[in-house]
């Protein structure tokens, strides 16, 4: 298993920036790809970022292309999530999801969530 605990949210104004991270261990090293996702009030989580641990190729959202960027250290076990140019709409919990192979098998593991508000 890779328990994750994500970190960097919080109130900030239209247009402002907040960057999230999400520390992972355990099975970090069976770790495939990692995944932001988030969750607004009345609606289905939604896939926000994708990167794939060991090369790094990323994949957005049409919704945040252009304003958020996914980013890792190997080193520190980190993902991290810079979004920029906030939107009212980008309010949400935002989740780190982690996806392992481990002894052949396919895990999924969850953080807890950090909340992101953005005022209008």
């Keep these: 298993q890779v328990q994750l605990v994500e970190s960097g949210g919080g109130l900030v104004q239209s ?4 960057r999230l991270s999400c520390a992972a261990s355990g099975s970090v090293f069976s770790i495939v790809t990692m995944h932001w996702y988030r ?4 609606k ?14 990323t994949n957005y ?3 945040v292309k252009g304003r958020f960027t996914i980013s890792r250290d190997n080193t520190k076990k ?27 098998t396919p895990t999924s593991d969850w953080g807890q969530g950090t909340q992101v508000t953005v005022s209008s």
Excluded at 78 to 104: F, G, H, W
């Design 44 to 57: 289905e989580r939604e896939l926000v970022a994708t990167i794939y641990w060991g090369e790094g190729s």
């Design 15 to 18: 247009g402002g920036s907040l």
């Design 39 to 42: 969750q607004a009030p009345g």
């Design 61 to 63: 959202a049409d919704s």
């Design 78 to 104: 980190t993902v991290y999530l810079q979004m920029n140019s906030l939107k009212p709409e980008d309010t949400a919990v935002y989740y780190c999801n982690a996806r392992a192979r481990i002894l052949s």
